[in-house]
């Protein structure tokens, strides 16, 4: 089951914002038994999870909350930041759904057990999430950096 809830009223103005959540999730699950919850909130309160939980005193575009082992089938708890993610898909001239779609993609990897600490990692990572995010009919999220 992927739950969605949307606590941040400018997320509503994005058309079928919880479908598109749902969709990404779901890509990135697989075949993958297990619940998640995606909350879709605003960047103060992304900003004081980020602090209390990383020690980093600013907002970012997604964390992701890993279940533990024994509380199966919950997997974890994605949790993006409107105003940070609105941001950012403006400078990378992207639809703020399609990088809706590959941070959500990129955050259930994360409660996978992705990670991307080492240039293999994120090699690895990356990939992963250019093939579900083809599946899905988004671009290459990362073709911009291969250009560079």
Request: aromatic share 4%; proline share 4%; with cysteine.
């Amino acid at each position: 089951m992927i739950e969605v809830e949307v606590e941040a009223d400018a997320w509503s103005a994005l058309p079928e914002v919880e479908a598109t959540v749902s969709r990404a999730a779901a890509a990135a699950l697989g075949t993958v038994e297990g619940d998640v919850v995606v909350l879709l909130t605003d960047d103060e309160a992304v900003r004081d999870l980020n602090a209390r939980f990383r020690d980093k005193d600013r907002p970012t575009n997604v964390l992701s909350f890993p279940a533990p082992e024994n509380a199966f089938p919950h997997l974890g708890d994605i949790v993006l930041a409107h105003g940070v993610c609105a941001e950012e898909a403006r400078a990378q001239g992207k639809t703020l759904a399609d990088h809706l779609s590959h941070l959500v993609v990129h955050g259930v990897l994360h409660l996978l057990g992705r990670d991307h600490e080492d240039d293999a990692e994120a090699e690895e990572m990356e990939a992963e999430e250019r093939e579900i995010l083809a599946g899905l009919g988004v671009a290459d999220p990362y073709a911009a950096d291969d250009e560079a």
